[in-house]
């Protein structure tokens, strides 16, 4: 019997390799009329990739060199076709292609089966009964709330400014981001920030974004059983428990609450409405509200996404603006008119600092907080010179590759803001700049992620000077949000009174 078992495996192997090799071989013939850098034939170009800070401007590299777009293989049988030019970006973002069913699928153990990875019908009522919650009346009140976490964050860095010393910047940020998400969104008081010792859920997501990155660099990890009998294996189902745990302590908590509320109008006069309250009462036209899996799934989809993409985001932007004084002066001269001594931002003065906005923009061009994304073609795809990929195959778009390509900006590693003037931003294609996406599947929390960039620059920058220390230069990694190896430290001193400047 065992023997007969044996034998069973082994053709089944054998079977499953031939195909692998077929489809390898079909794939290898396609992207022909794609030109890209050589392959090995066993690694691909994963080992062209160091994990050293540098992987992300070797594509930038490879752009150069192979207009457009160029094949990636990881492995002998997953290849990528990597689009790194607005003109092609614009083809595949302005369709409803779905997300690849290879890489996002690692995702979906973690976060489930949320905005982010779904698709079809699923995705389409799910956008339709989350885009409620990102209204603006619905976001209004969250900036006081930002306001809060931002200045709770700015009280620790008290330490820094008085002795001098250099500091890591993003668990600090993440540390903020993460409690405005449980203010707003969820309206959850977690005091995460001055709590001490570190952040379970904050280390959990570090974790699952790092496995995440190793499992799809890694051939045999491609392999759910392989991998999941591994030692990484075992870490990533351990830190999902903990990520998963805290959100569903979060949802707890809430359905707590509404037991006896369950009108919106009735929550509302008690408070303002947050996320989780659409969440919760979300009905479509067939009076059908979500699931609770599905519930949990957007929980933890805009838990993640909520803080960990826009703690890069406003990470970077610090880091930017400590390396260019002259733009940050100018940026809280700015800020400074508008609030006026003020300790809190407000609604209305998000809309009043343009320069600020335009550095934003600047930071989130040069350092997307997602670096890329990736689509499987359901049909055929034609690009504008011709070219076509056909059904079944994985495109990724490469944001960092497109935001530094120099046949679209001029000086594409300069810190410029006046790029955004909109005289310049008309005479671009508006697929140049695609930091949260684009088309139909473009980011639903974009508004919420600027609202609290401008927030969170706003106070820092009217309390304290950002320093650049020339010793610590980030070395930048993709993984699921943009991060740096060595972590992104700056200096910070107290904002001199105007009335001392002048004198």
């Not at 150069?64 to 990528?80: D, E, N, Q, R, T």
């Not at 989809?301 to 985001?313: I, L, P």
């Not at 002259?326 to 343009?354: A, F, Y």
């Amino acid at each position: 019997m065992l023997p007969l078992f044996a034998l069973v495996c082994v053709v089944a192997l054998l079977f499953k390799l031939t195909v692998l090799v077929v489809k390898s071989r079909k794939t290898f013939r396609l992207m022909e009329t794609f030109t890209g850098p050589p392959a090995h034939w066993l690694f691909g170009h994963v080992l062209e990739f160091k994990q050293d800070g540098s992987d992300l401007d070797k594509m930038v590299a490879f752009g150069s060199k192979y207009p457009y777009a160029f094949p990636l293989w990881f492995g002998p049988f997953v290849c990528f076709l990597n689009i790194h030019h607005p003109d092609y970006a614009k083809t595949i973002l302005a369709s409803t292609e779905p997300k690849d069913d290879f890489a996002y699928r690692f995702i979906k153990e973690w976060i489930g089966d949320g905005l982010l990875v779904s698709h079809g019908q699923k995705w389409f009522r799910h956008r339709r009964l989350l885009t409620p919650g990102f209204h603006y009346d619905v976001l209004k009140p969250y900036v006081k709330l930002m306001s809060d976490s931002a200045n709770t964050m700015l009280n620790k860095w008290e330490k820094y400014s008085e002795t001098g010393e250099t500091f890591e910047l993003f668990e600090h940020v993440s540390l903020m981001t993460l409690d405005s998400i449980l203010k707003c969104a969820f309206s959850y008081n977690s005091n995460c920030q001055t709590a001490g010792g570190t952040n379970a859920y904050i280390q959990s997501v570090y974790e699952l974004s790092n496995l995440i990155n190793l499992r799809f660099r890694t051939f045999p990890y491609h392999n759910d059983l392989i991998f999941h009998l591994s030692p990484h294996g075992f870490r990533f189902r351990k830190a999902c428990r903990v990520a998963q745990n805290h959100t569903a302590e979060v949802i707890r908590k809430r359905k707590d609450e509404l037991k006896e509320e369950k009108e919106l109008d009735r929550i509302e006069a008690k408070r303002y409405l947050d996320f989780l309250d659409i969440l919760l009462c979300a009905r479509d036209e067939n009076n059908q509200g979500l699931s609770d899996e599905a519930i949990r799934a957007e929980v933890d989809t805009f838990m993640f996404e909520g803080h960990d993409t826009t703690a890069s985001g406003i990470s970077f932007l610090l880091y930017c603006m400590a390396c260019h004084p002259e733009h940050q002066q100018m940026c809280r001269e700015e800020i400074s008119q508008v609030l006026d001594g003020k300790n809190t931002v407000g609604w209305e003065d998000l809309s009043k600092i343009p320069y600020t906005t335009m550095c934003i923009k600047e930071s989130l061009r040069l350092y997307p907080p997602v670096p890329g994304m990736a689509r499987n073609t359901t049909k055929p795809i034609t690009f504008f010179d011709g070219r076509t990929i056909p059904a079944g195959y994985l495109v990724g778009t490469s944001v960092y590759g497109i935001h530094r390509n120099a046949t679209v900006w001029e000086n594409p590693n300069v810190f410029d803001p006046l790029r955004f003037l909109p005289e310049n931003v008309s005479s671009r294609s508006p697929h140049a700049f695609v930091p949260f996406s684009a088309g139909p599947r473009n980011c639903i929390g974009q508004t919420f992620a600027m609202n609290e960039m401008k927030a969170v620059i706003a106070l820092v920058l009217q309390r304290y000077e950002l320093i650049e220390d020339s010793k610590w230069k980030p070395k930048i990694i993709p993984r699921l949000v943009l991060r740096s190896l060595n972590g992104i430290h700056i200096k910070v001193k107290p904002v001199q009174p105007i009335f001392d400047r002048v004198n």
